[in-house]
């Protein structure tokens, strides 16, 4: 299978390469000036947000350390187990640090809202949420996402980090899987 037919798969394509990096430039503008004067320390949730913390930090014209976290929610099918596990914490102390959690989708919100409360008991400073995607029903939810790249709709998306069954997470562009892939 070579890399044609990777992006076969896609139903349809949702974000091109250039609407991400855009969408990206323009949540570094805000958190820029957010946090002027101020350290940052952001989280990448692993692996989903592995291309976005990659681009997002090199959209970032001032200082940033990264760490990441680890957790699993998702089996490995398109539906949340609603469990949520470490896989891999932090390195990092957060006691008294900025941190700005970065997720590639909310969708539930049950894995933020477990890493938010995580993530407070620690005593940062503060924790703030940057989640590239967000599905209606993460809109509807509690959970305060500050940084929202693109509200999107109830379907599946791969691409980007994103994945299914750790498939599709190379794609440059984020997009829908055809039904095919599926059966
Ligand atoms: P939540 O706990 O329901 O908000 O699920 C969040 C996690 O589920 C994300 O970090 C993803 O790993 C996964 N996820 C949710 N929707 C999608 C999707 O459309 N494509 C790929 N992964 C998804």
Partial sequence: MDAKDVASDLDAVLLTEEQIQQSLARLAREI?????????L??????????????????LNR????????????????RSSGVVRILKDLDTDISGR?????????????????????????????????????????????????????????EFVVGYGLDFDERYRNLRVIGTLSPHVYS
């Fill in 63 to 78: 200082h940033v350390q990264t760490d990441w976290m680890a957790v699993s929610s998702y089996g490995s099918g398109t």
């Fill in 42 to 59: 952001i989280v990448g949730v692993l692996k989903g947000a592995l291309m976005i913390v990659a681009d997002l930090s090199r959209h």
């Fill in 98 to 154: 900025n941190v700005l959690i970065v997720e590639d989708i909310v969708d539930t919100g049950l894995t933020l809202s477990w890493l938010l409360a995580n993530l407070k008991s620690r005593g940062p400073a503060s924790v703030e949420v940057c989640a590239f995607l967000r599905k209606p029903e993460a809109a509807k939810t509690q959970v305060d996402v500050r940084y929202v790249g693109h509200d999107i709709g109830n």
């Fill in 32 to 40: 820029e000036a957010d946090y002027e004067g101020k350290d940052l």
